[in-house]
């Protein structure tokens, strides 16, 4: 019989530490879909996403109870809807938004609580249809409820579309005012990327990317809950037992993340892609990325050193969960969402955490400047700017980063706002009040790093 | 299918009659039992054994939650590959 001392492990593991499988993402392609008749394009769009995901979260809740484990989301991605939009002869705003409707209405059958994939491409250049499409997504997204978009605008091997940067930072602008009553709840929902990945499990920036097949299950783990209660056993102790307890215990999470992947591409039939082996933080205090890296003796998430914590944090959750699962893709490593981590948020609300130093931070952590609240008169091309600066780091670091940022409508600096749920509630924090309003105008694109060039 | 059910609380006069009662009306067969008490808490570990059907085994496991809240123990029961996954390579 297995140990009972292991038993009782996991056991306070997922009862006092919280400990779950943050999500089983259903990837689907929907290249099959493509009709130049509108109409005819989003009935096969319903169709398949409805046939295809009818019994993935009835599948996730009878693993929950065999297994005992939560399973928090049930969602899907599918392949970036701007590569239908091509189909259409000529594509408009309200053909897009028409679309968003209909993923939006195909998810809310299927019982799932997001959908990804409302998704361009455009790190080196826009077809006409692109142009569009992302014109479309500030109504798309305030006119749904459980659509996620994203855009990539940048990587390592093309450079940066700064054409495409200005423009998001309108988007982000457009789309906050248009969800004024929510505090531009809208832009929660879209992230700007650098360097996207193609397999990511999380919300928002979940697509079913170009070179992925017909359908596909994705899991995403999480439970810095668990590494914090790890590292607590060892307090005193120097860095490298430090990185040594991180890594034994993502091995622990991962392989519990692997056995519910392949559990649910059993059942559902469906081939198992990837483990994302991502630290996910939620808002629930003992669930929170600052803490383990206050755990490991920093005042507040924010001081100097955090950055070298987090580091530390981000390589080892990789190193442990490698081994542990058979195929790891995503992001992986550890989110620094401020809105949705309870040491972030006090951090960000006593001054200790700075706009400045969570760029910092994203040069190391898995994705990039996420969930951060600011001011409501904050200008587009200011938004534009922390784009293009996010997206320089990810296209040299040759890493992903992403913008999920939100400007308020008519909060200032000191205010806090309520996303409720997973996205909890963000400080608003201060932005540069410099004009870099010049530099964005000059568009263009940025060339590729000399690194890319590696053939 | 094999899984483990765990039961930990304070400890009282018929928690292991009330279980395994409960488990003998649902014809689940009990292959190991072990069982200690750590400071005044009553930790039991049971291996049981399950006909391979789904709706059965989500079914007792949530009224073995209900059986818990009912009798103040906090009752799980987890499939046994969960635990060698996680702690065997």
């Known amino acids: ?455 | 299918m094999k899984a483990v059910i765990t039961v930990i609380g304070k400890d009282k006069v018929g928690i292991i009659a009330e279980v395994s009662g409960f488990l003998a009306k649902k014809s689940v067969n009990i292959l190991d039992i072990s069982q200690t008490i750590m400071q005044d808490m009553f930790c039991m570990i049971m291996l049981v054994e399950f006909r391979d059907d789904d709706t059965v085994i989500s079914d007792i496991s949530g009224q073995l939650t209900e059986l818990g809240k009912r009798m103040g123990l906090s009752i799980h029961l987890q499939r046994e590959e969960l635990f060698q996954s996680m702690h065997r390579i």
Do not use: W
């Open chain 1, 1 to 455: 019989m297995i140990n009972p001392f292991e038993i009782m492990q996991t056991i306070n593991m997922i009862d006092k530490e919280n400990l779950d499988i943050r999500t089983i993402t259903m990837g689907i392609s929907l290249k099959s879909c493509a009709d130049p008749d509108l109409k005819a394009m989003c009935g096969k769009i319903y169709d398949k996403i409805t046939s295809y995901a009818k019994d993935l979260v009835k599948t996730g809740e009878d693993i929950e109870a065999q297994f005992g484990i939560p399973i928090i989301n049930k969602r899907i991605s599918v392949t970036p809807v701007s590569n239908l939009i091509e189909a259409l002869p000529s594509p408009t705003v309200a053909d897009c938004v028409e679309i968003a409707k209909t993923l939006d209405r195909a998810a809310k059958t299927t019982g799932v609580n997001f959908i990804g994939g409302y998704s361009a491409l455009v790190h080196k250049g826009y077809t006409n249809a692109e142009r569009v499409f992302i014109e479309s997504i500030p109504e798309a997204l305030a006119s749904t409820d459980i659509v996620c978009s994203s855009v990539n605008v940048a990587s390592t091997k093309a450079g940066i579309n700064m054409d495409a940067v200005k423009q998001m930072g309108e988007i982000i602008k457009k789309s906050a005012e248009l969800t004024a009553d929510s505090s531009g709840f809208a832009c929660a929902k879209l992230v700007v990327f650098a360097n996207a990945v193609e397999d990511n499990p999380f919300m928002a920036g979940a697509f079913h990317g170009a070179g992925e097949g017909e359908c596909v299950i994705n899991v995403g783990v999480s439970g810095p809950g668990v590494v914090k209660c790890a590292l607590e056993k060892v307090a005193g102790e120097d860095l490298g037992v430090v990185a040594e307890t991180i890594k034994k215990t993502a091995f622990k999470i991962t392989r519990m993340g692997q056995l519910v992947a392949m559990e649910a591409s059993k059942r559902l039939n469906v081939p198992f892609g990837i483990v994302d082996l991502s630290l996910a933080p939620t808002p629930a205090v003992g669930d929170s990325v600052a803490y383990i890296l206050e755990e490991m003796g920093l005042q507040q998430c924010g001081a100097h050193g955090t950055t070298a914590a987090l580091a530390l944090l981000n390589d080892a959750v990789k190193k442990g969960g490698v081994m542990a699962s058979s195929y790891v893709g995503g992001l992986s490593g550890a989110f620094i969402p401020v809105s949705e981590d309870a040491g972030m948020i006090s951090a960000a609300k006593s001054g200790a955490l700075s706009l400045e130093k969570l760029e910092a931070m994203t040069c190391v952590c898995s994705v990039g400047l996420d969930m951060i609240v600011i001011p409501g008169d904050t200008p587009a091309s200011t938004i534009s700017a922390i784009i293009a600066d996010e997206a320089a780091i990810g296209v040299v670091n040759t890493k992903t980063t992403a913008v999920r940022i939100i400007p308020a409508p008519g909060a200032r600096v000191g205010d806090t706002v309520e996303f409720g749920g997973l996205l909890g509630t963000g400080p608003v924090m201060k932005v540069s009040r410099l004009d870099s309003g010049e530099f964005i105008s000059r568009g263009g694109r940025i060339p590729a790093p000399i690194h890319s060039l590696k053939n």
